[in-house]
């Protein structure tokens, strides 16, 4: 094993160590491995939810899209924090809704909200389908992290296997304490190499932070703009940051909804939407770097090796080790929110059981069940779910409606015109997916949530005309045949 191995494998096991010991007292139920008994301050909730800032992606995908589609790009600079701004008002009413009435998923706020067993299975199954992919995204990247870093094809392998299987074990033993105690470490390692090497990589190859957009306008001034109705244009621009801001506005993604209901009030809530918005900005750094790369390394690099090959030609090995142990970090971290997420939808409404140590046995067997099936996948057909993955975000959003509506006209919308909506959203956003081809380039999940709305406009239009007009014939045989006195 090299030296370089060697800090990989050391910071896997200082990952899991601080996840195991975040557990304070044995599980009792659900409520307390999920969400922590809704006790979390400030600090530690900040942490959950600025995880979903910078992940795997952070490290493999985000320079590799700027070589591809330049500015464009940057519509993910602004989704977050305008969904912060939104959820400053929204995350409040669910967190007093979901203490209230007991609520641990997603799936149960809106089961509640419509009282529709039938909805909360429709949209936990939807959870865990589309989730899937993208906990198989985070196994593959964590691999293909410590491949690129090491030059091993074989480390890939290895670190896939031993990675996922200590986050497993640290989630079955402290829930959601555990993801808490090792988002400490994943975000501050994380932040302290973005800063070092995002900074560093300009400097080094351009002689300055913002000397490469000199370099870039020479020589290549469309990257510095959106432009075209093309990919990349000004349609797919606004289009994707739309779609992602509903995404985060109304809390879409079912592994979202633990970090705000483990808060222990409404305020620690608010607090963050404050200053977790200027946190995001610092996904600006990578950014800048896939300029440098399009400089340096040229369009045709591959773009999930960019950041880290810039890195590797500038910095000593042991430092490119701790690189690895952040970009490992960013993996194994969300990774264990996403089975928390999944393993909870399926316990409590999908397999429905009777008490608390029933509903956690059914979910521990299902964080078992999940990672091996994504590992599985990940390690003998880490394409099979390639498609699948552009499901993940357009797909979910489909549920915006229902979430929305639950909020803002609660009681006042029929579930079945929910439901109609949330399907043929789905089946709109699979079918332009897989099959079809859209006419104009711009994110499925916005045409899907269009179709989605129509519908529930549609089907609740019809069915109030259809009351009024039961209504009405009643009506008309009352004053046919009055009552006899």
């Known amino acids: 094993m090299t030296i370089l191995e060697g800090i990989v494998l050391a910071g896997m096991l200082i990952i899991a160590g601080l996840g195991f010991m975040g557990r304070r007292h044995p599980n009792v139920d659900v409520t307390d491995w999920a969400v922590g008994g809704r006790a979390f301050g400030v600090l530690t909730t900040w942490l959950l939810q600025a995880g979903e800032t910078f992940t795997t992606f952070t490290f493999l995908g985000t320079a590799g899209l700027v070589v591809a589609g330049g500015a464009g790009v940057f519509y993910s600079v602004p989704y977050v924090p305008l969904g912060y ?46 989730l899937l992919p993208y906990l198989q995204l985070q196994i593959t990247g964590l691999g293909l992290i410590v ?12 670190s896939m296997v031993v990675g996922f299987l200590l986050v497993v074990a640290f989630v079955l033993w402290s829930g959601i304490r555990g993801v808490a105690a090792t988002a400490y470490l994943k975000d501050i390692l994380m932040l302290v190499v973005l800063l070092i090497i995002c900074v560093g ?50 809390l879409t993604l079912p592994h979202m909804w633990p970090a705000i209901l483990a808060a222990r009030s409404s305020t620690v809530l608010r607090r963050n939407y404050l200053w977790l918005p200027i946190y995001n900005t610092f996904i600006v750094l990578p950014l800048v770097v896939g300029f440098v790369a399009f400089v340096v390394l040229g369009s045709d690099t591959d773009p999930d090796a960019a950041l880290l090959q810039l890195a590797g030609q500038m910095f000593p090995e042991w430092f490119m080790g701790v690189v690895a142990v952040a970009g490992i970090a960013t993996a194994m971290v969300p990774s264990a929110g996403l089975l928390i997420g999944m393993s909870t939808l399926v316990s409590r409404n999908i397999i429905r059981t009777g008490s608390g140590r029933q509903q956690l046995t059914i979910t521990r067997l299902t964080v078992l069940v999940a990672s091996f099936f994504s590992l599985l996948l990940a390690l003998l057909m880490p394409n099979l779910l390639a498609n699948l993955l552009l499901l993940t975000f357009s797909g979910l959003d489909q549920l915006a409606p229902a979430i929305a509506l639950a909020l803002f006209l609660p009681g006042r919308i029929d579930v079945r015109s929910v439901i109609s909506g949330l399907v043929a959203g789905l089946a709109v956003v699979i079918a332009l997916t897989f099959w079809l081809t859209s006419p104009w380039a711009i994110s499925v999940g916005i045409i899907g949530l269009a179709i989605n709305l129509a519908v529930v406009a549609l089907v609740q239009a019809g069915l109030r005309l259809g009351s009024r007009r039961d209504l009405g014939l009643a009506t008309a045989a009352e004053v046919a045949s009055p009552p006899v006195a």
């Open 85 to 130: 701004l939104a959820l400053y008002f929204i995350a409040p009413v669910i967190w007093r809704r979901a203490r209230a009435r007991g609520h641990v998923t997603q799936a149960d706020f809106l089961e509640e909200s419509y009282q529709s067993r039938t909805l909360g299975v429709v949209a936990a199954v939807a959870g865990v389908v589309f």
């Open 147 to 158: 491949q690129l870093v090491t030059g091993d094809a074989a480390s890939k392998t290895w």
């Open 201 to 250: 990589i300009p400097i080094h190859f351009t002689g300055g932070f913002t000397n490469v957009f000199h370099v870039i306008q020479r020589q290549a001034p469309e990257m510095l703009s959106v432009h075209g109705t093309g990919e990349f244009g000004i349609p797919w621009y606004i289009s994707n940051m739309a779609i992602s801001m509903i995404g985060v506005m109304f």
